[in-house]
C-alpha cells in the first residue's frame, strides 16, 4: 500500500495534474451536452460544475424577468440551461406557454420541492406550492368546493365585498382631495373580505391577530432583495448550508403568520359543532375533517392535519389580498396615466347605473369595468412568471425533448407583452379587451393572469368579483388624478413573487 501512495505521489507532476483536470473538464462538458441533448438551446459550454449557467444571468437586473433578458436574445423565447442541480425551461412565446399550461397541462403539473418552498409549506402541505398528487388534489377540491359554495351565495358575498367598498370610499372621501399612498386602504380592504370569507362573519383587520396577519404579509412581499435572492439559491441544494440569512427573513415573518393561524385553527376546533352548516373557509375544512374521520378514511384524515389546515388559510388569506389589491392599484395607477379611460369607464357607469351603487348584477352591462381589470392584469403582470412548474414525467416542448425533473416557466409577461399577439403592446388600452360592437371579448388566448390548467389560480372566480365592486364603487364615487400636476404615479413594476408599481400618492376627487 506504501509503495501504491508513493508511485501516485510522484506521479504527480504539473503536466499529469493540468492533464486530468482537463479530463475532468472534458468530461464534464460531455456530460452536459449529453444531459441537455435535443432540448431548447441554451448557453452549454458555460455550464460550470456546481453552479451550471447561473454566470448566465444578468444580476444587474432589478426583476427577475430582465435576469433572463440576454439569454431569450442569444437562444430565442424557448431556452434551457443548468441551474445548480436543476435543468431549467423558459417558455416565453405564446405557442409554448399554451402547450405547457393546457395542452400538457398533466406533464407539468408539479412544483419544484426546493428547500424553501419546503420550509416555507411545513413539508409541501399547500395548495400553491405543494407538488402534484393525492393530497394536492384532496386539498384544491376541498378548497375550490368551499369557495364555490360561498359565491353561490350572491347576496352574501355582494354584501360582505360592498360593506368594505363603503369603507374605502369613505377613507377616500376624508382624504379631502390631498395626496394619499391607496395601497394601505387598498390592501385592508380586500383582507377584510378574505377574513369574513376565511374566519368568518365579524372577522376582519381590526382584530389585533389578523391585522398582525396582514401586516406580516405585506412585510413578506415587500422583500424584494432577499426574495430575488432565494429564487436564484433555492436552485442550488448546497445553498441551505450556506451562511446566509435571506432564508431566515423572508422565513420568520411565515413562521410567526402560521402561528396566528394555528390560534385561530385551536380556538375554533374548540367550538366545533359538526351539527354547524358551513359558514366559512376554517368550518369547512373542520366538516371535511369529522367526515373523513367519521369514514375511517384513514388517508384523508392524514391529509387533514394541522399543518395542512394552516397552510390553506394561509394560502387563502395572502394569495387572496395580495394580487386582488396589488391589481387596484395597477389600475389606479394606468388610469390615472390615461385619464380618457377613466372618462369612458364613469360615463359607462354613469348611464348602466344612475346614482344607486354597482352590484353584481350589473356585471354584463359594465364591459368596459371588465376590460380594463382584464388591460391591468394584461399590462401589469402581477405574476410576470407564475409559480415554476415541474415536470412529473418526460414530456416536450414545441418539439424539444423536456425531461422528467425539469424546471419551468411559464413567462406570461412576454405572452402578454408579444406585439404579434397585441396591438402596441405596452400601452394600457382596455379597447383591447372591447369588440366593434362594443361586447367585452373573454376568448382570445394568449392571456394568463391566473395560469390555466391544472394548476390554474383556484381563486380566480373571487377575484373577478372583488376587482369589479371595488372598482366599480371608486370610479363611481372619484375621478383619481395625480399627486401634482405633471406628476402621474411611475408605471415601473418591482417584483417580489407579484409583480407591483413603485410606491406613489394619487388625489381622489369626488364626482358631483
Known amino acids: 500500500m506504501a509503495s501504491l501512495f508513493a508511485t501516485v505521489y510522484d506521479s504527480l507532476s504539473f503536466p499529469n495534474v493540468l492533464l486530468v483536470l482537463l479530463l475532468l473538464v472534458l468530461l464534464h462538458y460531455l456530460m452536459v451536452l449529453y444531459e441537455f441533448r435535443n432540448m431548447p438551446p441554451g448557453p452549454r459550454l458555460t455550464a460550470i460544475p456546481v453552479l451550471g449557467n ?94 364555490r359554495q360561498y359565491l353561490s351565495d350572491i347576496p352574501l358575498i355582494e354584501r360582505r365585498v360592498s360593506t368594505q367598498a363603503e369603507k374605502l370610499v369613505h377613507f377616500m372621501e376624508e382624504q379631502n382631495g390631498k395626496p394619499f399612498d391607496p395601497a394601505d386602504c387598498l390592501q ?3 383582507a377584510d373580505v378574505i377574513c369574513g370569507i376565511t374566519f368568518g362573519e365579524g372577522y376582519d383587520t381590526t382584530n389585533p391577530d389578523l391585522n398582525e396577519l396582514l401586516k406580516l404579509n405585506v412585510d413578506l412581499v415587500a422583500n424584494t432583495d432577499d426574495a430575488q435572492l432565494v429564487t436564484v439559491l433555492d436552485n442550488f441544494a448546497f445553498a441551505k448550508y450556506l451562511p446566509l440569512k435571506a432564508y431566515d427573513r423572508l422565513l420568520k415573518p411565515a413562521l410567526e403568520m402560521y402561528d396566528i393561524i394555528r390560534k385561530f385553527l385551536k380556538e375554533r376546533k374548540e367550538t366545533f359543532d359538526p351539527e354547524d352548516p358551513v359558514h366559512d373557509l376554517i368550518s369547512g375544512l373542520l366538516h371535511a375533517k369529522h367526515k373523513a374521520e367519521r369514514e375511517s378514511n384513514e388517508m384523508q384524515a392524514a391529509f387533514l392535519s394541522d399543518d395542512y389546515f394552516v397552510n390553506t388559510i394561509e394560502d387563502m388569506f395572502a394569495a387572496g389580498y395580495e394580487t386582488t389589491s396589488t391589481t387596484m392599484k395597477w389600475a389606479i395607477a394606468f388610469l390615472v396615466n390615461s385619464p380618457k379611460y377613466q372618462e369612458d369607464i364613469q360615463l359607462e357607469l354613469d348611464e348602466v347605473l344612475g346614482g344607486r351603487n354597482p352590484g353584481l348584477e350589473d356585471r354584463t352591462n359594465l364591459p368596459l369595468i371588465h376590460a380594463t381589470i382584464m388591460e391591468t392584469l394584461r399590462v401589469g403582470n402581477v405574476a410576470p412568471l407564475a409559480v415554476p412548474h415541474f415536470t412529473l414525467t418526460d414530456t416536450t416542448l414545441c418539439g424539444y425533448r423536456v425531461p422528467k425533473d425539469t424546471i419551468v416557466f411559464a413567462d406570461t409577461e412576454s405572452v402578454h407583452l408579444d406585439p404579434k399577439c397585441w396591438e402596441n403592446p405596452t400601452k394600457f ?23 390555466a390548467g391544472r394548476r390554474v389560480c383556484a381563486g380566480e372566480p373571487l377575484a373577478k368579483v372583488e376587482l369589479f365592486l371595488f372598482l366599480s364603487w371608486m ?13 402621474p404615479p411611475s408605471l415601473k413594476g418591482m417584483y417580489s413573487g407579484t409583480q407591483f408599481p413603485v410606491p406613489y400618492k394619487i388625489r381622489a376627487i369626488k364626482r358631483k
Not at 429 to 451: M, R, S, V
Not at 475 to 487: H, M, N, P, V, Y
Request: charged letters at 25%.
Open 429 to 451: 388600452n382596455p379597447y383591447h379587451h372591447i369588440d366593434e360592437n362594443g361586447k367585452l371579448i373573454t376568448n382570445q388566448g394568449n392571456f394568463y393572469p391566473f395560469g
Open 188 to 190: 385592508r380592504a380586500v
Open 475 to 487: 370610479l363611481q364615487k372619484f375621478t383619481f388624478i395625480a399627486e401634482e400636476d405633471g406628476r
Open 54 to 147: 447561473v454566470f448566465s444571468l444578468d444580476f444587474k437586473a432589478e426583476k427577475l424577468t430582465d435576469a433572463f433578458k440576454s439569454l431569450k436574445e442569444n437562444y430565442g423565447r424557448v431556452f434551457s440551461l443548468k441551474m445548480g442541480s436543476y435543468k431549467f425551461v423558459m417558455a416565453s412565446t405564446p405557442e409554448a406557454v399554451k402547450e405547457m399550461l393546457v395542452q400538457r397541462s398533466a406533464d407539468y403539473a408539479g412544483r419544484p420541492q426546493t428547500h424553501f418552498f419546503l420550509e416555507f409549506t411545513l413539508g409541501g402541505k399547500d395548495i400553491v406550492f405543494g407538488n402534484y398528487g393525492p393530497a394536492w388534489k384532496f386539498h384544491r377540491k376541498l378548497f375550490t368546493t368551499a369557495l
